[in-house]
């Protein structure tokens, strides 16, 4: 079965800096998606950014940023210029045939004036 | 235009009620999904159908059934509410890719605004 590991329970950075949040996965299969959602305090599920396991390009959507690392299953979000508005539960998510989700634990992000 | 929505937002009942949460996609997607998040927001899938077919179903007791009238809408009924079914329950959609190594493919799932469900 995949698991999905976000080792850090709770990250701060001060508006404009930027932050990584990490994201480890378990998978014995070649071909699968990654996900991070962001879930403000609205609980809205929101779609940061997505990650195909076949390309080794990483995929950016403007201030937002992937390090993809197959062999390591690793697979961290770069938030550049952070906003106050970004300030959200953040969720690294693995998508394999059958496309179910399975989600990491998630990692809250609060940002600092 | 909400793309995923969900009835009710917020939905307060005794234990032992039956209840039922609706969802609707307009995105034309062909596949629909229900997650529960947990009280410390772990978001764990509950079904999916595609097409009104029912596709997963996870370990979830049967008090739990997902009904689909037609591929734009996922309902989940509940009987016998328990305590322990206090969450915050999400329906997603998404739009099949075709198959890929002799297995269906799926695009990136949407997600509706989610409904709290607190039993008392």
């Known amino acids: 079965a995949q698991t999905v590991t976000q080792s850090q329970p709770e990250m701060s950075v001060q508006e404009a800096e930027t932050v990584t949040l990490s994201c480890t996965y378990d998978t014995s299969e070649n071909n699968y998606y990654l996900f991070w959602y962001k879930q403000p305090p609205s609980r809205q599920m929101i779609l940061v950014i997505r990650?195909?396991?076949?390309?080794?390009q990483n995929a950016t959507e403007n201030r937002f940023s992937v390090n993809f690392q197959k062999a390591a299953k690793s697979f961290s979000l770069k938030i550049s210029d952070s906003q106050l508005g970004d300030t959200a539960m953040y969720f690294c998510a693995f998508m394999s045939y059958g496309n179910k989700l399975v989600f990491g634990a998630g990692t809250i992000l609060r940002v600092k004036s | 235009d909400t793309a995923v929505s969900q009835t009710p937002k917020y939905l307060v009942t005794q234990m032992g009620n039956d209840k039922s949460i609706k969802c609707e996609q307009n995105?034309?997607?062909?596949?629909m999904y229900w997650y529960k998040q947990d009280s410390k927001k772990f978001l764990k899938i509950m079904f999916s159908y595609n097409n009104k077919e029912l596709i997963i179903n996870e370990t979830v007791p049967n008090r739990f059934s997902p009904k689909s009238p037609d591929k734009a809408h996922l309902n989940l009924h509940i009987n016998s509410l328990e305590l322990g079914d206090s969450a915050v329950y999400f329906c997603a959609s998404s739009q099949d890719l075709g198959l890929a190594g002799g297995h269906g493919v799926s695009d990136t799932q949407y997600f509706g605004p989610g409904t709290r469900l607190t039993v008392l």
């Open positions: 990650q195909e396991a076949y390309k080794q």
């Open positions: 995105l034309g997607h062909d596949t």
